[in-house]
Antibody, heavy 122, light 107 residues
């Protein structure tokens, strides 16, 4: 069974750093792209970026380029989303999701993590 | 960068009625790389439709997708109580974007 399990909720202060994780199981983690999606409170879905764990090829949405870093450790089947200096406006639910095509980006997100709630408040 | 615009913002319908949701792209969506997702409160989104018209695994046949180019439609033929949710369209492939969502609520 394909599963993406995300790390738990975080409460941080502005200016702090953070790295959240998404662990894949039940499939060949190395061979499928993983994406990150932001959902601010009461708002819609926003695509942040995707990574291919096999070689760490990464693509960012222009809206998030330079604001976050996406990485992966294929040895432990885990993808990451990190911030170096959080802002209150980073408060949101963050989802990881698998792109369904083997090796390819030309498929939608077929499996999703449960989400990680990040709260940034002084 | 493609912008996806969904309409209406909210659809108020009764169980058993037909729901028609629209997604319009600012540029042609290549190879019909258009998907639809359903999201219920407190849950992650769920893939319903990909390739504009193919149902994902386990999705009931009351859900159907159509369209090409810049205009796409998600149709729910007869609304069941569990279908009241928010629906998002998404372009994938070389360029990625979500629409802003359509909420289907009980009238």
């Amino acid at each position: 069974e394909v599963q993406l399990v995300q790390s738990g909720a975080e409460v941080k202060k502005p200016g702090e750093s953070l790295k959240i994780s998404c662990k894949g199981s039940g499939y060949s983690f190395t061979n499928y792209w993983i994406g990150w999606v932001r959902q601010m409170p009461g708002k819609g879905l926003e695509w942040m970026g995707i990574i291919y764990p096999g070689d760490s090829d990464t693509r960012y949405s222009p809206s998030f380029q330079g604001q976050v870093t996406i990485s992966a450790d294929k040895s432990i089947s885990t993808a990451y989303l990190q911030w170096s200096s959080l802002k209150a406006s980073d408060t949101a639910m963050y989802y990881c999701a698998r792109i369904g095509g083997l090796w390819s980006t030309t498929s939608p997100f077929d499996y999703w993590g449960q989400g990680t709630l990040v709260t940034v408040s002084s | 960068e493609i912008v996806l615009t969904q309409s209406p913002g909210t659809l108020s319908l009764s169980p058993g009625e037909r729901a028609t949701l629209s997604c319009r792209a600012s540029q042609s969506v290549s190879s019909s790389y258009l998907a639809w997702y359903q999201q219920k409160p407190g849950q992650a989104p769920r893939l319903l439709i990909y390739g504009a018209s193919s149902r994902a695994t386990g999705i009931p046949d009351r859900f159907s997708g159509s369209g090409s180019g810049t205009d796409f439609t998600l149709t729910i033929s007869r609304l069941e109580p569990e279908d009241f949710a928010v629906y998002y369209c998404q372009q994938y492939g070389g360029s990625w974007a979500f629409g802003q969502g359509t909420k289907v609520e009980i009238k």
